[in-house]
């Protein structure tokens, strides 16, 4: 059976509530120029949910199945969706070539086609809204993010966020291992134009975001994301449940604190 591709396109996630609507013109509103603090933004799973990317990127495997092996997009879709469901997170697409007998060494081909589609990704009303709450308010935002920067610059094009933030620091470029390492940080810093003291690092990871971000002197916010993990010993400065949280937070974070950009 063909399904229409626009009618099984559309993703679903226990995210939808929170992450279904484009990002609009009127919604942008331009840097100042007397901007004294600055913030390091993660990316996945802070200012959209990565399981977008994945839902996105076997749906892109599956219509390139049905494409080259003549089995349909949907069922291929279901069979690694089911995998996931499973516990099989990373092992899709060798479920995929298992269920239907296909070799083994097809994987590496499905898995090219994965990380090299364009992302069907769409950002919050609510990301959107903070990001330009954030800017409004003076912040210089930095998008801070591990991964490999071709697909990581995939995700970015397709969420549209060049335009609501001053820079974006694909971190693999700048040390192997990417995040926590002090080096990325420092390059976060140095587009930020401001210095650790007046800067706050907002993430979802306890390693990555919050003990890279503190070990160079930088104060730091935590988005507990669904499943995430509790607080400990190592947290964040300030833990949120809902990024809209965030301006205020990362105000009184700061308060008091004066940067000294110029
Ligand atoms: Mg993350």
Same mark, same amino acid.
């Given at each position: 059976?063909?399904?229409?591709?626009?009618?099984?396109?559309?993703?679903?996630?226990?995210?939808?509530?929170?992450?279904?609507?484009?990002?609009?013109?009127?919604?942008?509103?331009?840097?100042? *120029?007397?901007? +004294?603090?600055?913030?390091?933004?993660?990316?996945?799973?802070?200012?959209?949910?990565?399981?977008?990317? &994945?839902?996105?990127?076997?749906?892109? #495997?599956?219509?390139?199945?049905?494409?080259?092996? !003549?089995?349909?997009?949907?069922? *291929?879709?279901?069979?690694?969706?089911?995998?996931? +469901?499973?516990?099989?997170?990373?092992?899709?697409?060798?479920?995929?070539?298992?269920?239907?007998?296909?070799?083994?060494?097809?994987?590496?081909?499905?898995?090219?086609?994965? +990380?090299? $589609?364009?992302?069907?990704?769409?950002?919050?009303?609510?990301? &959107?809204? #903070?990001?330009? +709450?954030?800017? *409004?308010?003076?912040?210089?935002?930095?998008?801070?993010?591990?991964?490999?920067?071709?697909?990581?610059? *995939?995700?970015?094009?397709?969420?549209?966020?060049?335009?609501?933030?001053? $820079?974006?620091?694909?971190?693999?470029? $700048?040390?192997?291992? !990417?995040?926590?390492?002090?080096?990325?940080?420092?390059?976060?810093?140095?587009?930020?134009? #401001?210095?650790?003291?007046?800067?706050?690092? &907002?993430?979802?990871?306890?390693?990555?975001?919050?003990?890279?971000?503190?070990?160079?002197?930088?104060?730091?916010?935590?988005?507990?994301?669904?499943?995430?993990?509790?607080?400990?010993?190592?947290?964040?400065?300030?833990?949120?449940?809902?990024?809209?949280?965030?301006?205020? #937070?990362?105000?009184?974070?700061?308060?008091?604190?004066?940067?000294?950009?110029?």
């Amino acid at each position: 059976m063909i399904v229409p591709s626009t009618l099984w396109r559309t993703v679903s996630s226990p995210w939808d509530a929170r992450f279904t609507i484009g990002p609009s013109p009127k919604d942008h509103i331009p840097t100042t *120029a007397t901007c +004294r603090r600055g913030a390091i933004l993660d990316l996945d799973d802070t200012l959209y949910p990565r399981e977008l990317f &994945v839902q996105s990127g076997l749906m892109a #495997v599956a219509r390139h199945l049905e494409e080259q092996r !003549g089995i349909t997009a949907m069922d *291929a879709f279901d069979t690694m969706s089911a995998a996931r +469901r499973d516990g099989a997170h990373g092992l899709e697409l060798q479920a995929m070539c298992s269920q239907y007998g296909l070799p083994a060494d097809l994987v590496a081909e499905l898995l090219h086609v994965y +990380r090299t $589609h364009r992302p069907l990704l769409t950002l919050s009303r609510e990301t &959107v809204s #903070v990001l330009a +709450r954030l800017r *409004a308010d003076g912040w210089r935002l930095v998008i801070l993010t591990n991964g490999p920067p071709a697909v990581q610059r *995939a995700k970015v094009q397709a969420l549209g966020l060049s335009r609501l933030v001053d $820079h974006v620091v694909y971190a693999e470029e $700048h040390d192997p291992g !990417g995040k926590p390492a002090a080096a990325v940080f420092r390059e976060a810093l140095r587009c930020l134009d #401001v210095p650790a003291s007046a800067s706050i690092c &907002v993430g979802d990871d306890l390693v990555r975001d919050i003990a890279g971000a503190r070990a160079a002197g930088i104060r730091t916010v935590r988005l507990a994301t669904p499943g995430a993990p509790g607080a400990s010993a190592a947290d964040a400065d300030v833990t949120i449940e809902s990024l809209s949280a965030l301006p205020d #937070v990362a105000a009184r974070l700061l308060k008091g604190a004066r940067a000294d950009a110029s």
